[in-house]
């Protein structure tokens, strides 16, 4: 009634291993403080943040989709400071934010500067000229910079976010699309896209305020590339407000779109557009600049600031009639400057050389499965692998024939020696003929069974389940059917022994087949119903007979476990439940070593040890198909209940009040009851506001003496079938008034309500009334007072895999006898179902010690190492990420001068799948940052479950990004049905084809 496969239990590490075929790089972990304005000069109270760009080259997001960086300020002038690390990327982020959102606490909510001469229409209330108006929404600017130095100026503005998303979109280098940050392509697009509006530096120069130009000097040389810059953020500023006045919540936001457009655009604008559409062009932007500077020159009472405000205009006009004069739906044509002028010669000799270094090692790695291994050692390891792999095949049968016969044995022992059932041919319980067969005799004082010329002893105990261990047990709700000796199939040798403790004495670790009763009993019985099933074997060696004294000789000896939980239907209406006991595997465990001698005391050439953990998901609640699960009924739906099954009535939402003693005060709550017909109900009390004190500072604005208006909300469990309270979970303090819609509609986002699971069937869809807010989110309709909801099945259950650990070491001898360098395999794996899992391995060779790294992983270390380490994670919605990083010790590099080095390599793959709707498959929602610096989530659509499909149109891109030593220098896509390693400078590869350009 269980199987064990051969193969999973002993080879699956070992030729995982022989089959095979992150670590941050340099960078130096000094901070300086950076400064910067957000916008021209006007915007007070912005929130900055700074952002570390990760090693793949990508924004670095939370687990929430929350960016990473500490929250700062801008003061009234618009002016920031931030704190960085050197010789790495930023981006620089700025936007609104409500009051008190900052990493202080302390700021206020952020205003927008109007600087347009004719003032300026936000959310349709006028302002006028020099006036600030509400901006804590609608804007998110952003620049990118590489190597910021101490002090230096950092503009976050308009044109800087046009420059970012060229940067992040597109290879500069090559005219490709790309889709990472790199340190070629921040330095050209900054310049590119300087040069297009005909500005200095974007990032370094500081634009003007239109408000302050009679603050300039008119003799600095700088002033009119000032004046010149303002004046066009003061032109995209009115375009902006032009373009939201007629905006929906659902549309982009302005720079966004641009910043999108210019992107594909090449960094380019369109002169002006007839056919093409495009939300910015050169003209466009040039006219609304040179207009409003012309109009706010009259207050100019300098001079000398007039005339060069003035010349600024009239090369605006000038460039805008060039512009109109270009052919239409044409581009401009600018480029960025060379190199040599925008990096540090220094700056260009590192870059360069990494870029050379990728490349040597990426030649290299395409032989790794040559080069990883030291010499002798692959040869070596295919025969090995193979031996194994031919063992696995010639005895995977039999092994699962012998753990059928040590479960039916212990069957047979508890229904017909014990129980006393008659089970010879003639009776009912014929199917244990053979074994009657096969006994020599049993012992009813100490009820123990010889069978097999005595080869097996079968006997009882029972079984301590304490923690602490008791000295005298009389009765337990498990019993040890103790089974050692020896079996036997087809040569296929199983010795059991206990696992005794250091003294020899008392059992440790038994061979038995453990049984778990719902009572407790003083003996096995045949009576009873059975909760669980432990098969373990304390002391275990297993080989084949045939095989010994020849080349093919392998002992496999250690001990294992596996337990196997019973249920019954959890939907089953009958009292007491009535349906079939079916039994899950819970969690099973091997600590072995493979041998190639079955002589315990002979010395062997070749030898592994393995280990493996494992511990499924749901083996509580899910209902098996068939009475026992096997290790292929992982991920296995049980199709009695079929998804779109509608269940009548699933779920009943009631709104309510509730009389609650508090003390010595009786206080009156709130209520919303959600009673599932085939689940638990549940009751959430929204209690009283409250004037408070915030002691604790709760609302972490720092003002610990402040008066704060909070309430309290508790999660209680209802008696099946009544109203009454079971159980409550602690209470939750929200720092704001009571607000039962709100809170009940962000559960409701995040699923708590509209996806509801059902143990044994699996999760069902209740299909809310919803409206859809100014943003083009779906929000629930007013709660009703009691509302009645039909479930819809959406995903069945499934036993899955809570975790898996694999370690494995593998030590081989070649021909001569001589030790080769050692093997080191260790594998997790977390996957609560088929389609969403984790997967990490590391893989290590040649190493002289070993120790856990950051991650937890068991490595090899030393001055001669290889090591690979492997991860692949599908848990989240709608992307699939990863890595492989390769670290190779005391590599010799031929460089192109000839010249040669010596050093420890280390290249890291990383891996993005990014998906998105196809019409068919939508995905349901996205993730947004509120005003509070909060995930929230944007529900666009319910009842459906998003299938990552990498083999349909879902898959938008796969790339993998080589980051070597800390710094992103290739990227590697599918173009055409081929893989292509393109670099940073330029030049490409074909892997396997030798072309290259």
């Known amino acids: 009634m269980m199987r064990l496969s051969f193969r999973s239990m002993v080879t699956l590490s070992v030729v995982l291993v022989l089959t095979a075929c992150s670590d941050s790089g340099g960078g130096s972990s000094s901070t300086v403080s950076i400064k910067g304005w957000v916008g021209a000069q006007g915007l007070d109270s912005a929130q900055v943040v700074p952002s570390l760009v990760n090693e793949s080259g990508q924004v670095s997001f939370d687990t929430n989709d929350i960016y990473v960086g500490s929250r700062e300020s801008t003061s009234s002038e618009s002016e920031f400071s931030a704190n960085v690390t050197v010789e790495e990327i930023y981006l620089l982020i700025a936007r609104g934010q409500i009051e008190d959102a900052d990493k202080d606490n302390s ?77 070629y392509d921040i330095v050209l697009a900054n310049s590119q896209i300087s040069n297009l509006f005909g500005l200095g530096d974007i990032v370094g120069e ?27 953020l003061g032109g995209l500023q009115q375009l902006e407000l032009a373009y939201q006045a007629n905006a929906t919540g659902a549309d982009e936001e302005y720079i966004t779109k641009v910043a999108t457009e210019l992107a594909n655009d090449e960094g380019q604008l369109y002169f002006h557009t007839s056919v093409v559409e495009r939300e910015l062009t050169k003209e466009a932007l040039y006219l609304a600049a040179y207009e409003n500077l012309q109009a706010i020159i009259p207050t100019i009472t300098k001079s000398g600031m007039s005339a060069l405000a003035t010349q600024v205009v009239e090369d605006l006009k000038a460039e805008r009639m060039a512009a109109l004069a270009e052919p239409v739906d044409t581009k401009t044509v600018a480029v960025s400057d060379d190199l040599s002028t925008l990096l540090a010669e220094s700056e260009i000799e590192n ?41 696995a095949d010639t005895h995977k049968d039999n092994l699962n024939s012998l753990v059928a016969e040590f479960s039916r044995i212990q069957d047979y022992y508890v229904t017909c020696i014990i129980g006393g059932a008659l089970c010879d041919e003639s009776q009912s319980n014929g199917g244990f003929s053979d074994l009657e067969l096969r006994k020599d005799g049993y012992n009813s004082l100490t009820k123990t069974l010889t069978m097999d010329g005595g080869k097996l002893v079968i006997s009882q105990a029972l079984a301590d389940l304490s923690v602490t261990g008791s000295s005298t047990l009389t009765e337990s709700h498990a019993v040890d059917v103790y089974i050692t000796g020896t079996l036997e199939k087809n040569n296929l040798t199983l010795l059991l022994k206990h696992n005794l403790d250091s003294d020899e004495e008392e059992i440790d670790v038994p061979s038995s087949m453990r049984i778990y009763y719902s009572e407790a009993v003083s003996e096995a019985r045949s009576d009873l119903d059975i909760t669980g099933y432990e098969l373990m074997w304390g002391d275990f060696q297993l080989y084949d007979q045939a095989a010994v ?39 099973f465990s091997l600590s072995s070593v493979i041998s190639d001698s079955v002589d315990t005391d002979a010395s062997d050439s070749d030898f592994s040890t393995l280990f493996i953990t494992a511990k499924a998901t749901n083996a509580d609640v899910y209902y098996p198909p068939k009475k026992f699960s096997s290790f292929n009924g992982f991920f296995t739906t049980n199709n009695d209940h079929a998804i779109n099954d509608i269940e009548p009535g699933l779920l009943t939402y009631t709104q309510s009040t509730e009389s609650i003693q508090l ?85 409701w986002e995040l699923g708590v309500f509209q996806l509801t699971a059902v143990d044994g069937r699996g999760t069902y869809f209740i299909d809310f009334p919803t409206t859809v807010d100014d943003q083009g989110c779906k929000v629930l309709s007013p709660l009703e007072d009691t509302t009645i909801l039909d479930g819809r099945l959406l995903e069945q259950q499934v036993l899955g895999l809570d975790s898996v650990r694999l370690v494995s070491v593998i030590s081989l001898d070649n021909d001569a006898g001589t030790a080769l360098a050692g093997t080191l395999f260790d594998l997790t794996i ?36 290889n090591v690979v380490r492997i991860r692949y994670d599908t848990s989240a919605d709608f992307e699939n990420t990863g890595y492989v990083s390769i670290v190779k010790s005391g590599v010799e590099l031929t460089l192109a001068d000839g010249s040669v080095e010596d050093e420890d390599q280390r290249l890291t793959a990383f891996v993005s799948q990014s998906f998105d709707a196809d019409g068919t498959n939508s995905i349901t929602y996205k993730l947004v940052e509120n005003e509070d610096g909060d995930a929230e989530r944007c529900v666009s659509s319910v009842g459906s479950v998003y299938d990552k499909d990498v ?7 796969q790339v993998f990004y080589l980051n070597y030593r800390g710094v992103v220098y290739a990227t590697v896509r599918q173009e055409s049905g081929a893989w292509i390693i393109r670099y940073i400078d330029g030049t490409w590869f074909i892997p396997g084809t030798g072309v290259s350009g």
Not at 108 to 127: K, P
Not at 680 to 687: I, L, Q
Not at 848 to 864: A, L, M, R, Y
Not at 951 to 957: G, S
Request: aromatic content about 10%; glycine content about 8%.
């Open 107 to 183: 700021n206020d909510a952020t205003q927008r500067l109007c600087q347009l001469a004719l003032g300026c229409t936000s959310s349709g209330v006028f302002y006028e000229y020099k006036a600030f108006y509400p901006a804590v929404t609608g804007f998110e600017w952003r620049t990118i910079v590489y190597n910021p130095s101490s002090g230096s100026r950092n503009n976050i503005n308009a044109i800087t976010t046009l420059s970012d998303s060229f940067a992040y979109l597109y290879d500069v280098k090559s005219s490709r699309t790309n889709g990472v940050y790199t340190v």
């Open 206 to 232: 500081l634009p003007a305020n239109l408000t302050k130009l009679n603050s300039l000097k008119s003799d600095s040389a700088s002033t009119k590339n000032q004046v010149r810059y303002g004046a066009l």
């Open 351 to 391: 870059v360069d050389l990494g870029i050379e270094k990728t490349k040597l090692f990426v030649a290299s790695l395409l032989d790794y499965q040559n080069t990883f291994w030291t010499d002798g050692y692959k040869v070596e390891a295919e025969v090995y692998r193979d031996k194994l792999t031919a063992i």
């Open 549 to 587: 004294g020849e080349l093919t000789e392998t002992d496999l000896a250690g001990a294992f476990s596996i337990f196997y939980r019973g249920v019954r239907d959890p939907q089953d209406t009958d009292i007491p439940n009535s349906s079939e006991l079916r039994f899950n595997i819970e969690n």
């Open 951 to 957: 083999d349909n149109t879902d898959l938008l891109e």
């Open 663 to 747: 003390g010595s005060k009786v206080i009156m709550v709130n209520t919303v009851d959600f009673v599932n017909s085939l689940g638990e109900d549940v009751r959430y009390r929204f209690y009283p506001n409250e004037s408070v004190v915030d002691e604790d500072d709760g609302n972490g604005n720092g003002d610990v003496k402040e008066t704060i208006t909070q309430h309290r909300i508790e999660k209680c469990e209802l008696v099946k079938g009544t109203t009454n309270v079971a159980k409550c979970e602690p209470k939750t303090k929200v720092y704001e008034g009571q607000n039962v819609q709100k809170v009940i509609n962000e559960l």
């Open 830 to 865: 977390l996957a609560p179902t088929a389609t969403k899992y984790e997967i990490s391995a590391a893989l290590s060779h040649n190493y002289s010690s070993t120790g856990e790294d950051n991650s937890g992983f068991i490595v090899g270390t030393g001055s001669s190492v």
